[in-house]
């Protein structure tokens, strides 16, 4: 069953995605998506230069439960700031150091700083061992880059290994 889903959730995901994409339920469209759920994840799995092993499953709840908090947190913080004076701004990029070596540990984290209202993944070094993030407002570098490393990567980790 493996060879033909290597990713059931992935082949789900594109069926669903094709109808409602085209927006009709006929057998035709049917037949259409249920091929091409089965042949993109086949033809993504060839794709994929890294195979990866999920540790510790509890830590992917508590990382997402974190992860919602910060991002309403972030919202709140984010909309006081625009509606202060912009002079008080202080956009900045930084480099963040990088412990995590997983292409997927590294995706996850880049997502989540993206998804963090405020901050943005900006690039990756080419050695993979640096990300750069644009902040909105940014007045201790350290203290940033701590946090994101303690409340994002270090969880990542327990992850991805």
């Not at 625009?82 to 202080?90: F, N, S």
């Not at 997983?102 to 880049?110: D, Y």
């Not at 405020?118 to 946090?147: K, M, P, Q, W, Y």
């Amino acid at each position: 069953m493996r060879r033909w889903l290597p990713s059931p959730a992935l082949s789900v995901a594109v069926l669903l995605l094709w109808l409602l994409l085209v927006a009709d339920m006929g057998l035709g469209q049917m037949v259409l998506g249920t091929v091409l759920a089965i042949v993109l994840p086949w033809l993504a799995g060839l794709l994929e230069p890294e195979r990866t092993r999920i540790g510790r499953r509890r830590a992917i709840l508590l990382l997402v439960r974190r992860v919602l908090w910060d991002i309403v947190l972030s919202n709140v913080e984010v909309a006081r700031r625009i509606l202060g004076p912009e002079r008080a701004l202080t956009p900045t990029f930084v480099w963040l150091p990088l412990d995590v070596r997983s292409i997927h540990g590294i995706t996850a984290l880049a997502s989540i700083i993206t998804l963090t209202p405020g901050t943005v993944s900006a690039e990756l070094s080419d050695d993979r061992r640096h990300l750069l993030i644009h902040c909105f407002n940014l007045r201790d570098a350290e203290a940033l880059l701590s946090s994101i490393k303690e409340r994002y990567e270090r969880p990542l980790l327990e992850i991805f290994g």
